[in-house]
């Protein structure tokens, strides 16, 4: 059975983006996307999928009350934070219990930004 | 008084940050592992070493905490791209200059999080820093090499090596500018070079110099001025088939180089001369320092693993001497015995004058934790003894040697153990059952102090109490395949015994 993980980001174009990333070069199974913090807790709630992507400024609820939300009810949850956003926010979100992040923009033109993030996605589908 | 406000940050260079938010500068880190100093007191914090303000503060606080906690499932270069402070400035404002700050995270053994190196270095010329450290690193494995040589060989056959070396190489060195003087033809030409006069040519008689600099360097293990001499001899013999004024010039800079080298020997060479091995540990904290130095040109990434095996060279080499341990146990005692307002006599005994520092070395965590809790515990303080009527508080570190086996002893005459006290203590800790506290002689019940989590103290003391030292100590001593021993008598002191086997060459004379 493939892996299978939620994305969530309120740009369409980066949920496709995303998506194939994740199918293509990870032979991920995509359960759900999602465009808000709300759907992203719901859709965790309804797939509980092996990982979810979450992007942290989006309307009505970001991703850092998402992420918030979803660790407990489910503190095992496996979050990847996937933001242009840098700073205290990120730590916070690390310190809530997000396992990594990546930084955007998303170049997966580049070979660099393709090995990183799949290093991240390994690692942390490895971790408990 | 007030205190005069002096930010004494950063400038250029390498520091530690240890994952209690403290800092430890170069300076100190290299007197700390050359065993010729401490850590600062009170420690300094990265808050303040930065100058942060309180808001800065409190993220970096956060970092810590993230870092000391998420340090083995999350990658390195994601905790560190995270780090509240990136750059900073250094200089007057006028001429400010930005410095980037790089993190490189320290392990211990088993992989956790030992400290974190941080690199304050340029950001503007990071390529050149790239091949400098590169370079730096190679000359310094080589050095390294050199520090073993001069300690592996008696000073006076060093001694003779390097002043044959110098004639050599003086002798060489004239050769060459003589041809040079002299040489026929166009500029550039290296026909004479080859051309027999005496019947040997200027350049067979440098090449035979040469070639005896490096045998004898290499002989003697120094693979700094081997390395420099074969290259020479490469160079040398390249002339014969290339000529040309910048392949002379390459030759005439490596015979320089090649006498730099022999110079740089005889320095480090004077620096041991007449103080037997336990200079050894000056000369590291020389080369150390060098490095230290160094380390403000060098970016972030390699500086660790050479000064990891400089220290690492610095501790094995300084425990060569008996001189330098008795040194370093005292100063551990005394500075203990200070901060506690106590008072000891620290001494050392030997049952043969041919000690093995080689067993010190092997368990020196074990005498460290054991020295601090008997000044910690067993030492009473001078008013206690004056009052139990008791004389000078005395700490004796003995080495016994057996046909097969080497006994390390300490002994204190302070307050000693009630085997039975430890053992109420023991239980009431719930390391022990009551069925099984009363099942034990006095013996067994003294070992409950190695127990992991034993303490009589109800609070984490400075110096020891966190009921840790003691279990470190008998599991470094088991580690070495030793035994660790405790007895003791209330009111009249404490002995422990280490008992390792040997590991001295004794079969190789029959």
């Given at each position: ?128 | ?137 190679q000359r310094?494995q080589l050095e390294?090499r050199d520090?073993?040589a ?60 040469l070639?005896?600099v490096k045998?004898?360097a290499g002989?003697?293990g120094f693979e700094n001025l081997a390395a420099v001499a074969q290259e020479s001899e490469d160079l ?18 490596a015979?320089?180089a090649l006498?730099?080298q022999a ?248």
């Amino acid at each position: 059975m493939p892996k299978s993980v939620v994305i969530v980001d309120d740009s369409k174009f980066q949920i496709m983006q995303l998506g194939r990333f994740f199918v293509e070069v990870m032979g991920f199974a995509v359960a759900a996307t999602g465009e808000n913090g709300e759907e992203a807790v719901e859709l965790y709630r309804a797939n509980r999928p092996d990982l979810i992507t979450m992007d942290l400024t989006m309307p009505k609820l970001d991703g850092r009350g998402a992420l918030t939300k979803i660790l407990e009810e489910f503190p095992d949850a496996r979050v990847l934070v996937i933001s242009a956003v840098k700073g205290p926010i990120l730590l916070d979100c690390l310190t809530l219990g997000a396992k990594s992040y990546i930084e955007k923009p998303l170049r997966f033109d580049k070979e660099d930004f393709v090995r990183d993030f799949k290093s991240t996605v390994e690692d942390i589908l490895r971790s408990p | 008084m007030g205190m005069e406000a002096s930010p004494e940050g950063p400038g250029p260079g390498f520091f530690l940050l240890r994952p209690d938010g403290t800092v430890l500068l170069a300076g100190e880190l290299a007197a700390l592992a050359a065993g010729t100093g401490s850590a600062p007191a009170p420690a300094r914090a990265f808050r303040d070493y930065l100058g942060l303000n309180p808001e800065q503060a409190a993220l970096f606080d956060k970092w810590m905490e993230l870092v000391r906690k998420r340090n083995r499932d999350l990658r390195w270069d994601k905790l560190a791209a995270l780090a509240p402070v990136q750059e900073i400035r250094a200089g007057r404002d006028g001429d400010a200059a930005r410095i980037r700050l790089s993190y490189r995270k320290l392990e211990d053994a088993q992989g956790g999080l030992a400290g974190i190196s941080v690199l304050a270095g340029d950001a503007s010329t990071g390529q050149a820093m790239a091949r400098q450290l590169e370079e730096e690193r190679q000359r310094h494995q080589l050095e390294l090499r050199d520090v073993l040589a001069l300690a592996a060989n008696p000073p006076e056959t060093v001694g003779a090596f390097l002043e044959d070396a110098r004639g050599r190489l003086d002798a060489a060195r004239g050769e060459w500018d003589a041809w040079l003087a002299s040489r026929p033809g166009a500029r550039g030409e290296v026909r004479g070079l080859w051309e027999a006069r005496d019947g040997e040519s200027p350049g067979q008689r440098l090449f035979r110099e040469l070639h005896m600099v490096k045998g004898n360097a290499g002989a003697f293990g120094f693979e700094n001025l081997a390395a420099v001499a074969q290259e020479s001899e490469d160079l040398l013999e390249s002339l014969k088939r290339e000529a040309g004024e910048p392949a002379l010039g390459r030759f005439t800079q490596a015979l320089a180089a090649l006498g730099a080298q022999a110079g740089e020997l005889r320095r480090a060479m004077k620096l041991i001369a007449g103080e037997g091995q336990e200079a050894m540990a000056r000369i590291l904290k020389w080369k150390l320092d060098r490095l230290v130095a160094a380390a403000g040109a060098l970016p972030a990434g390699s500086l660790e693993p050479p000064l990891r095996s400089l220290v690492e060279s610095t501790r094995r080499l300084a425990f060569l001497s008996p001189a330098y341990l008795a040194r370093k146990y005292r100063n551990l005692v005394e500075r203990i015995a200070r901060n506690l307002g106590k008072q000891v006599a620290f001494r050392v005994a030997s049952n043969t004058g041919d000690i093995h520092p080689e067993s010190f070395a092997r368990v020196d965590e074990a005498l460290v934790h054991i020295l601090r809790n008997m000044v910690d515990h067993g030492i009473e303080l001078p008013s206690e003894r004056a009052a139990a009527g008791k004389g000078e508080a005395e700490i004796e570190l003995e080495y016994v040697a057996e046909e097969d086996r080497i006994f390390l002893r300490i002994r204190d005459n302070g307050r000693g153990m009630d085997p039975a006290v430890i053992a109420a203590r023991g239980v009431d800790l719930g390391l022990l059952t009551p069925a099984e506290a009363e099942s034990l002689d006095d013996v067994g019940k003294l070992g409950i102090i190695f127990r992991e989590g034993f303490t009589t103290r109800r609070e984490a003391g400075l110096i020891s109490g966190r009921g840790l030292g003691l279990a470190l100590a008998a599991r470094c001593v088991a580690d070495r395949g030793g035994n660790l021993y405790v007895y003791s008598r209330p009111g009249e002191g404490t002995r422990f015994a280490i008992e390792l086997p040997h590991v001295g060459q004794k079969s190789l004379d029959g």
